[in-house]
């Protein structure tokens, strides 16, 4: 079954750049997206087709994809940026079938 | 506004049975695929299980193929998840989410607690 491959933890500063990868072998021919989770709340979207914003998200989130490597940076964290984050993304060649999200990627802002 | 409310969630014991549901509004339902998504403490998010728009296809992970039947009412805007035969390893929160391939809305879930 297709796996991504997540970092377990980033720590930053608050103010310095943050950058969470994603790992997968489709990735070079299927869109990322990204979710951050806070604890005892739902998952929130944070980026969609690897480089888009939803509206409501700050700017300094923002996505990148090369290979098969997707990146999610958030320049200028602050802490109330703490939260797991999560990439998705599907190996299959139709956009709804089987969907995996990443293990999670705990990030620390102090 | 969008809404996604679930309901059904508790407490069964290994082998048990649950259903869970989401009511759906604010949105024209029949319209997009739905999608449950569950999280544990322990693995983070799973994906579940999808169906299309009008019922007629639907994906499952592995682990849950053969016990979980996702289904819709569209005239009632409702999603289900029949779970059987669940396992320690089902606990979870359940989440239903509006699928456009990202899943841009979501409920609050649904806890489910499986006893061994």
């Known amino acids: 079954s297709y796996e991504l491959t997540q970092p377990p933890s980033v720590s930053v500063s608050p103010g310095q750049s943050a950058r969470i990868t994603c790992s997968g072998d489709?990735?070079?021919?299927?869109?990322a997206y990204w979710y951050h989770q806070k604890s005892g709340q739902a998952p929130v979207l944070v980026i969609y087709?690897?480089?888009k914003r939803p509206s409501g998200i700050p700017e300094r989130f923002s996505g990148s994809s090369s290979g098969t490597m997707a990146t999610l940076t958030i320049s200028g964290a602050q802490v109330e940026d703490e939260a797991d984050y999560y990439c998705?993304?599907?190996?299959?060649?139709?956009?709804?079938?089987?969907?995996?999200f990443g293990g999670g990627t705990k990030l620390t802002v102090l | 506004e969008v809404q996604l409310v679930e309901s059904g969630g508790g407490f069964v014991q290994s082998g048990g049975s649950l259903r869970l549901s989401c009511a759906a509004s604010?949105?024209?339902?029949?319209?997009?695929?739905m999608t449950w998504v569950r999280h544990t403490p322990g693995k983070g998010l799973e994906w579940v299980a999808n169906?299309?728009?009008?019922?007629?296809?639907?994906n499952y992970v592995d682990s849950v193929k053969g016990r979980f039947t996702i289904s819709r009412d569209n005239a009632k805007n409702s999603l289900y998840l029949h779970m059987n035969s669940l396992r320690a390893e089902d606990t979870a929160v359940y989440y239903c989410?509006?699928?456009?391939?990202?899943?841009?809305?979501w409920g609050q879930g649904t806890l489910v607690t499986v006893s061994s």
């Open positions: 989410a509006r699928d456009r391939s990202d899943l841009d809305y």
């Open positions: 604010g949105f024209t339902f029949s319209r997009y695929w």
């Open positions: 169906i299309k728009e009008d019922g007629s296809a639907r």
């Open positions: 489709a990735l070079p021919k299927r869109y």
């Open positions: 087709e690897d480089t």
């Open positions: 998705y993304s599907t190996d299959s060649s139709d956009s709804h079938g089987l969907w995996v």
